[in-house]
């Protein structure tokens, strides 16, 4: 590799012999004409050949010699970027890329560059679903126009190396899907001997398309022809180059490797090797084959034996065969400790030997993987007998890692900054050309993560494989499928230099995550956890793990609308690991490595639990899990879930009235994802601010968030939250329409309503019953107030019984699909709601009414002990101020309307027959309804409602009435034990001067 102290290899990569019939199937495939596909299949072991056969196709076809051939660069699937299918479409994109003399071309270029605008703006804003599909199959779509017309005028030879690294990743879509349809294209694939891959692409494309190629080591011609390309070759006898190939088996790089060794090591032309000096030809053609094998391997090691000398090219070269993964002049600086010019001139004197590769992406080295597990092999183990400095340099690469994954962090930063200003300024070029830098930024980040995570391991496997654990839950989350793969063939691979094996049961774990979460395959998931081994995994030995199947089967079901048995699940997941926490010692300080994993789960768990309360309109339950999830995922570092927490948290608080904690949640939620770059989760807490303003009703502010989420949607086109947006925006503008008496408000109010049912039941975005049943209710809302605003002004195009009709109907459809779900709160809600509509806007007292009030009792009676239940007759006296203890809040709001509905009843009662007894009704019944509604919230707005209901009713009695249903007042919060729930007493008292 060296002659003398210049680093100048006697071969280098660019030269090459023989292969001459590979050379013309080639050829002829690359000639072949009628827009043909054409496969050439070579395959072969390690170290014979493939990748210098695929470089010679490039220097032989070079496309300014050959303007109508179009060959792409190596893509070599050793590099991790090229690994997934989108990292490889878009390498090959890039490939594809020159300056096209044909204008279709070049607008047709275009039209996939912006199809990749798109798709990367999506994914950046973390939506998924039918949108991120949609945007994949357009892109897919603008692609294949493309390269179909690119066929039209070039002959395409797309180059690939190291397939066996992918082929049980994406193999099959390659070949079944991928290569099919290219036309006018010769595909050269190189790979590992694989008997199952040549069948593959055969069924695929048909075998007259298909070149099916054995790379043979050489054989001793092959090996005179390698040998007489230098002086040096030249001078070895046959006898000697003989002994070489039989020693080598005929592969080229150890071939190479023993022209390269030289008198530098004390050795004469005629022994080129200590080994073949001494054995003689004979003794090597009839050594038996084990004793043979042993020989060869002392050969291995004489030929790797040079890089002991550490000299800066050996120094970078042992480095390499442990450190293997985008090896930089960076890299070498810092690990060897020299400046980076010095690691930039060693690198690029190594770059021609035979058996190293360069990455163009990202100007990284490496080893031939056959050198490198010799140097492993053979070198290592004198230059670190115990392993210890091995160790180091793999903590020092996590270092190194953690270093440049910190920097993709500032960078992506960085870029969401610009991103921001280029929008606002209207700079739609710039804006893509940095949201495509910044997924960039990020898949570095994320390949630099999932390397890391390999180095982790070999240093210390232990605490990195719950490391590498969190790293591929967090990448299910995210829904970022293309990388499962890849971390786990990291751990595979460390597993196997270490002699670990990775328990069957975590595997299948992950497998059934990547169904359930991932791919959406819930049955597929189900059948996993369901099936042995994790079925017999047992809770007293291992709890976290238990724990885990519990949780995603719940979650499985709870996708599957299995809510009942996906509670049970999840509420036994939560109770294990609460008792497995209990049974460690406490711990100071953040999460280790023992109560990490708990708190995580618990998170996870948790936050489950609480959507699942809050879709079923069950805020009590759904306050308290969540806040527990909220502590467990600050408390494991989980960023993006403690914002998703907050933003559900928050509406929680806000339908008890608690708007400020909620606001305050909504905000902090809406700064973690705006750090993190989220557009569609920032969009979500958006649209959560506007809808804590609505519960606070302050509508104009409403507005304003629902369209800075809506334009956030719009942006990236997301449907479901466009949906979600437009709910939002109707809630507050129906509401604004009947504060301002605004008709043209109710219009654009129907109109987003109208939008948000219609993308919620028409497109394919699978909407939760809970959304259709808001929906339902403000369409309702809309047309009451719609209609009393109308009847107020005296002016409509359609009479006040057509608004009626509408917001009748839509009631009853909320009504049914809350009862047919079972859920209860909301089924009271909107029969509340329904007798409100009837008594005070339809002016209806007949038994209809009344049959709403008492299926509003019985949905109570299920909750609260008859015994204490306040009758229709109120004449007991039965303290009943600990009702709430022993009822969740949201209940207590609905008793609270209830016993207003009563009232309701009693005082029109009163007002036409004037009969004491009603008047004392009506003013127990107010007394309990105000305690009630200020138990669940002061100043909610019901509270506020019935108290200016009660003021606008004492404009219809005289002022001695007034002090007569004072007094009873103030006798029935004392008679019930509620005296401290007083806001009735004071709002009376300011209202009347009474004391």
Known sequence: MRNDDEYIPVLTSKDFIGRDELMDIIHRAVKASGQKLRIVNIQGEGGVGKTSVLKETGRRYDNYENPGLLVTGLIDFFDISTRTRRGFMLRLFDELKRDYQNQNLTELYQTVTDAWNDFAKVEISGAGGQLLKEKNENLKGMFRNFYRELAVHYRIVIRIDTFELVEHIFGDWLAAKFIPELNDTVVLIAGRTNEKWNPVIIDAVGDEQVDYYELKTFNEQDTEKLFNLSDLGKSVDAEEREKLWILGKGRPVLLTLALDLRDRLGITIKNLTKTTAEYSLSQLKTMPDEELKA????????????????????????????????????????????????????????????????????????????????????????????????????????????????????????????????????????????????????????????????????????????RYRYLFVDMAWARESGFYNLIREERNNACSMLGKTYPKEYMLLEDARIQIVSEGQFDKGLEILNAAPLKEVQKEKDPIWFSLILLYRGIALN????????????????????????????????????????????????????????????????????????????????ESLSAAIRNDLAFAYARFGKVGVARTLCKDGLEIRERLGEAYFTGLSYNMLGRVEYFQRKYEAGVRFGEMALKIFERIGDLRGLALAHRNLGANLGALAKVRNLLEYFEKAENHLEKALSLFTEKDIQPEPNYLIEIYELFALLYQDWGATIVKHGSSKDPIEAFNEKAEKWFQQAIDLARDKKYEWAEAHLLERRFTFYFKYMKKRDSDAKEILTAIENILLKKIPIEVMPSIT???????????DNLEKEYVYILGRLCRGKARFAFSDYLEIKKPKLLKDAAIYYALGCAFMEWFGRWSYGMEATLNEITENFHKITHVEIADFHRKVEKALKNYGLKKYSSILEWIEDYTGLI
Request: with cysteine.
């Open 295 to 466: 020989v060869r391997d002392v050969f291995e090691a004489e030929l790797v034996a040079r890089f002991m000398n550490c000299q800066p090219d050996d120094n970078a070269v042992n480095l390499m065969a442990i450190i293997y993964k985008y090896f930089t002049a960076d890299m070498m600086a810092y690990f060897l400790g020299i400046s980076k010019e010095e690691a930039d001139n060693t690198l690029k004197s190594i770059a021609e030997w035979t058996f190293m590769k360069f990455q163009q992406s990202g100007d990284s080295f490496q080893l031939h993987d056959l050198v490198r597990d010799l140097v492993v092999k053979h070198v290592w183990p004198k230059i670190d007998p115990t392993g210890g400095y091995r160790k180091k340099c793999y903590q020092k690469a996590v270092v190194y890692y953690e270093g440049i994954i910190a920097d993709r962090k500032k960078e992506i930063a960085q870029c969401l900054h610009e991103v921001k200003i280029a929008e606002d300024r209207g700079e739609h070029k710039q804006q893509f050309e940095t949201v495509n830098k910044m997924l960039a930024l990020r898949q570095q980040k994320r390949f630099f993560e999932i390397q890391k995570t390999y180095y982790d391991l070999m240093h210390d496997y232990d605490s990195a494989v719950v």
């Open 559 to 638: 996708y599957k609308g299995d809510v009942q048995q996906s509670e049970k699940l999840i509420e036994e997941c939560i109770e294990v690991l609460k008792k497995h926490e209990l049974s460690l010692p406490d711990t100071p300080g953040p999460c280790n490595l023992k109560t990490l994993p708990i708190s995580r789960t618990l998170a996870r768990a948790y936050t489950n639990l609480g959507y699942m309360y809050l879709a079923s309109f069950r805020f009590t339950m759904a306050i308290e899990a969540y806040k527990h999830g909220l502590v467990y995922s600050e408390y494991s570092g989980q």
């Open 874 to 884: 109120p004449a007991r006296r039965i303290p009943i101020d600990t009702i709430g």
